[in-house]
Structure formats: structure tokens, C-alpha cells
């Protein structure tokens, strides 16, 4: 009965050992297939921020803000004057340098808020300042009104300058259940 006992405990470590190598690879395989996914964004108001952070509780995903290396004005009127000035003479911003070696990313989701149906200028900064060849990006806005479409044209322009893939980006406006199947679509979510 004894040595009954001892043949049921090796085999049970066994197949459990098997069941822990197995899973790893099964999660290598997973990771190695879809690679590291980092969420970029921009925020003023809190609100793009308030996303990128939803959006990497639900997918894993690294997550940096983009800042402007002077901080725009306090108040919307006294930035949105800035930014008006930037966007009307194509003023590319200095931004603070705090982005990871993107080397590690093959998935980059880039979050803005959508402004005169284009992303703040400091998302072409971005594109200055990093070298996203090889990656694929995957926009997505906060604009009050603006529909995704009304950026993309630029995110294509920035994405394809710089050697990028570009996924068709989304604009979330509170509605959880729409962004699931946007990141299922993209196999992002966890």
C-alpha cells in the first residue's frame, strides 16, 4: 500500500511538473508571437490619461506619458492658445525624454486627444524623437466630437514616414464594452 501511495505521489509531481513547463512555453510562444505592447499618451485634462490607464489594466501593456518639456499654460483657454500657435505655424514642441527603448515593443499604442481634427503637436514631436520602424501602432483619441478618422490621416502620414504599421485607432468616449472589442480585434486584451 505504502509503495502504491509513493508510485501515485511521483507520477502526480510529475504531470503537474509537465503542466508547469508546459504553460510557460505556452505563454512564451504568446509573448514572443504578439511581443511587448507599450501605451504612449498625451493627456491635458486627465482624460487620455484616464484611458491609456484602462487600457493597460486590460491589456498588460507598458505605459509612459508624453510631456511636453515646458509645461503648457495653466488653464484651457491659455493652452489651447499654445496650442492653436503650434499647430497653425507646424511648431513641433520639445518633450521631455522619458520614453523606454522602444526596441522591446513591437505593439505601440498612442493616445492623444484630438485637436482642430488632429493630434496635439507634440505627438509629431514624438515621432522626431523616436524611430518607430518596424512597429506597428495603434492610435487612439479622448476628442469630445472629433470621430478617429478625423486624425488618422496624420497618424498614417507620421507612421508610414517612420517605417510603421498603422492599425485603424479608436475614440473612447466612456463606452467599455466598444473598447473590449476594439482591443479583441487586436488581440490585445488579457
Known amino acids: 500500500?505504502?509503495?502504491?501511495?509513493?508510485?501515485?505521489?511521483?507520477t502526480l509531481v510529475s504531470v503537474v511538473s509537465f503542466l508547469g513547463i508546459w504553460t510557460q512555453r505556452v505563454q512564451?510562444?504568446?509573448?514572443d508571437k504578439h511581443g511587448k505592447t507599450l501605451i504612449i499618451y498625451f493627456s491635458m485634462s486627465n482624460t487620455t490619461k484616464d484611458a491609456a490607464e484602462l487600457i493597460k489594466q486590460k491589456t498588460g501593456a507598458d505605459i509612459v506619458r508624453l510631456e511636453r518639456k515646458e509645461a503648457y499654460p495653466e488653464g484651457y483657454d491659455n493652452y489651447a492658445r499654445v496650442a492653436d500657435k503650434e499647430r497653425r505655424k507646424k511648431i513641433h514642441p520639445a518633450i521631455k525624454k522619458n520614453i523606454p527603448n522602444l526596441k522591446q515593443y513591437k505593439t505601440i499604442l498612442i493616445g492623444y486627444p484630438t485637436w482642430w481634427q488632429r493630434p496635439p503637436m507634440v505627438i509629431y514631436s514624438l515621432f522626431d524623437n523616436y524611430n518607430f520602424k518596424g512597429k506597428t501602432i495603434i492610435p487612439f483619441t479622448t476628442s469630445?466630437?472629433?470621430?478617429m478618422k478625423a486624425s488618422m490621416g496624420e497618424m498614417r502620414k507620421l507612421a508610414k514616414k517612420d517605417g510603421a504599421k498603422i492599425k485603424a485607432g479608436i475614440r473612447y468616449d466612456d463606452n467599455e464594452a466598444q473598447l473590449d472589442r476594439f482591443l479583441r480585434r487586436n488581440d490585445l486584451l488579457k
Open 1 to 10: 500500500m505504502q509503495k502504491l501511495s509513493i508510485v501515485f505521489m511521483l
Open 28 to 31: 512564451a510562444t504568446t509573448s
Open 144 to 147: 469630445m466630437s472629433d470621430p
